[in-house]
């Protein structure tokens, strides 16, 4: 079994609640917009990390990370990135990746928008994790954990972690 945290639109801001809620978690994954390098060497000092990097992301992180991401956890075959929108909104790149990559679970951030849901044409669980930073409008600030044990998706909670100044 594998628990993940979840999370996305940082935006250089660094909250001590993701530690906590994050303390039980085998890895940390990152949605983009992460906003500065001090941010993204606190989650790889932390956790096993993986990041994709944003619109906002400078060239350091944009070095660092890459704009998707996918790879397999116990089976399960993950595409993350941070511009992808969701099922029957995606943005134009990202049917023919999903069609071609066939993943379990397709990862975006970007909107600050929390969603999770199923694409059923395509039989992938979509997750948007909201926006975990202060800036945007988003009124709550929002992380996921969840956990993969072997081929199932489990235990999946949305966390609200704050009110957001927007």
Same mark, same amino acid.
């Given at each position: ?66 704009? =998707?991401? @996918? ?11 941070? *511009? !992808?929108?969701? /099922? #029957? ?56 954990? =969840?956990? @993969? ?11 609200? *972690? !704050?009110?957001? /100044? #927007?």
């Amino acid at each position: 079994m594998t628990r993940i945290g979840l999370l996305s639109d940082t935006h250089s801001y660094w909250d001590e609640k993701y530690l906590k809620y994050f303390a039980e978690c085998d890895e940390v994954w990152h949605a983009g917009d992460i906003g500065s390098d001090e941010i993204a060497d606190k989650f790889e000092a932390f956790r096993t990390f993986r990041a994709v990097s944003g619109n906002i992301d400078g060239t350091t992180l944009k070095t660092r990370y890459p704009v =998707f991401q @996918i790879f397999e956890v116990e089976g399960i075959k993950v595409v993350m990135t941070h *511009i !992808g929108g969701y /099922p #029957g909104r995606y943005h134009t790149t990202i049917p023919q990746l999903l069609d071609n990559e066939k993943p379990n679970i397709f990862i975006s951030g970007h909107s600050h928008i929390l969603k999770v849901m199923n694409d059923k044409q395509r039989g992938i669980l979509h997750i948007n994790p909201g926006a975990a930073g202060r800036y945007g409008y988003q009124k709550v600030r929002t992380i996921v954990r =969840f956990k @993969i044990d072997g081929n199932n998706i489990d235990d999946l909670e949305v966390i609200e *972690i !704050g009110s957001s /100044p #927007g």
